[in-house]
């Protein structure tokens, strides 16, 4: 099976359930490759999780170019958030990409709201996907819920594994 597809098997028992502190619901395929969504809530039509990560062993100590690579396919394929996504740092000492909503969302006067994609090298290979918001009146970043439909949940998993390297 696809991990978007045992993600959907482990969240449909969840159904109408709410979290709090998040509960982390983790699958992996037979590569070894491991998806962990931590759920504040499960609804019949989607869900709201603090984080979305990805862990790729092949990945681990990858070059810069390869997690390069990596964020420019997921900028190009993943069009369908409330924000494109666009590269924003190269950090050659962490081997790390920072990518961020690019423009990010600035629906009421001094509030901004952004996804945030962080690759790394590290350890195994990461991906990890989360969403704040800056206030003007409070200064800081704050992380707010990920709320998406299962087929869009779907869809963003199998494009994170469609887009892994071949060859680090």
């Given amino acids: 099976m696809s991990l978007s597809l045992d993600l959907a098997a482990a969240l449909t028992p969840l159904i109408g359930q ?9 699958v992996a395929d037979g ?13 019949a039509l989607g869900v709201s ?7 790729v062993p092949a990945l681990n100590a990858a070059s810069l170019d390869a997690l390069k690579k990596w964020g420019d396919a997921l900028c190009k394929r993943i069009t369908y958030l409330l924000e494109n996504l666009g ?9 790390e990409v920072l990518i961020r909503s690019t423009p ?28 704040f918001r ?8 704050v992380p707010v819920p990920l709320q998406v439909t ?19």
């Fill in 134 to 141: 800056n206030d003007a009146a409070n200064p800081g970043r």
């Fill in 31 to 43: 590569s070894g490759v491991g998806l962990s969504v931590d759920l504040l809530s499960v609804e």
């Fill in 150 to 168: 299962h087929e869009l949940l779907a869809k963003l998993i199998n494009d994170l594994t469609t887009t892994i390297p071949a060859k680090p």
């Fill in 49 to 55: 999780c603090e984080e979305l990560r990805l862990e």
């Fill in 18 to 26: 709410n979290f709090l502190p998040a509960q982390t619901v983790t």
């Fill in 104 to 131: 990010p969302d600035v629906g009421s006067p001094g509030t901004t709201k952004y996804y945030e994609v962080l690759l790394s090298s590290q350890g195994a290979g990461r991906f990890s996907l989360r969403r």
């Fill in 87 to 95: 590269p924003l740092e190269y950090d050659a000492s962490a081997n």
